[in-house]
């Protein structure tokens, strides 16, 4: 069986495709958020909130990677970044599943907790304004619920872009 190297890995983190991927699973992710708060009525709580940040976050970060592909030590700062941003969305997705399984009692209210500089909340309210506590996600597909299906792809998420940092230390050419 052929196994994937990390030249060849190092290669897919510097083509577009890779950053064009990650753009369109952060904006289907978004579109799904949104179409179960206006046409489903379930409404985001504030963990759902910060999650949608950290998906515009690698959002932005793989648009400024198509914009500056050719200058390989900005590349290189933006897989370190996008690995923050991965580490942020497993982490409030963890936060999301733990509070709605009862792993731990959180403190979720209603205030989105942002900085006066950055009130997203109050800039764009139809995007990301708390409406609701944390308790529970809603079900989606296999009675799977939205906090089980956002840890896993965070995990994935954050895997693929560790794996492509660290190949990002790899020579340019194939051993």
Same mark, same amino acid.
């Not at 030590?73 to 969305?89: E, K, Q, R, T, Y």
């Not at 506590?133 to 965070?154: D, H, K, Q, R, W």
């Given at each position: 069986?052929? *196994?994937?190297?990390?030249?060849?890995?190092?290669?897919?983190?510097?083509?577009?495709?890779?950053?064009?991927?990650?753009?369109?699973?952060?904006?289907?992710?978004?579109?799904?958020?949104?179409?179960?708060?206006?046409?489903?009525?379930? +409404?985001?709580?504030?963990?759902?909130?910060?999650? *949608?940040?950290?998906?515009?976050?690698?959002?932005?970060?793989?648009?400024?990677?198509?914009?500056?592909?050719?200058?390989?030590?900005?590349?290189?700062?933006?897989?370190?970044?996008?690995?923050?941003?991965?580490?942020?969305?497993?982490? *409030?997705? +963890?936060?999301?599943?733990?509070?709605?399984?009862? +792993?731990?009692?959180?403190?979720?209210?209603?205030?989105?907790?942002?900085?006066?500089?950055?009130?997203?909340?109050?800039?764009?309210?139809?995007?990301?304004?708390?409406?609701?506590?944390?308790?529970?996600?809603?079900?989606?597909?296999f009675n799977i619920s939205m906090a089980e299906i956002l840890m896993v792809i965070?995990?994935?998420?954050?895997?693929?872009?560790?794996?492509?940092?660290?190949?990002?230390?790899? *020579?340019?050419?194939?051993?």
């Amino acid at each position: 069986m052929n *196994r994937i190297s990390m030249y060849q890995i190092k290669k897919f983190g510097e083509r577009n495709l890779y950053w064009v991927t990650l753009i369109l699973i952060g904006l289907t992710m978004e579109a799904v958020g949104l179409y179960y708060q206006y046409v489903l009525d379930e +409404w985001p709580c504030v963990l759902c909130i910060h999650i *949608r940040i950290w998906i515009l976050g690698f959002i932005a970060v793989a648009f400024l990677a198509l914009l500056l592909n050719r200058f390989k030590p900005i590349i290189f700062a933006l897989h370190v970044l996008n690995s923050v941003m991965m580490i942020g969305f497993v982490e *409030r997705s +963890w936060q999301t599943l733990a509070i709605e399984r009862g +792993w731990i009692f959180g403190d979720c209210n209603m205030d989105a907790g942002l900085p006066h500089w950055f009130q997203l909340d109050q800039w764009f309210p139809l995007v990301f304004e708390v409406k609701v506590a944390c308790g529970y996600t809603p079900f989606m597909l296999f009675n799977i619920s939205m906090a089980e299906i956002l840890m896993v792809i965070s995990a994935l998420l954050l895997g693929l872009s560790l794996t492509c940092l660290a190949a990002c230390f790899q *020579r340019s050419h194939q051993p």
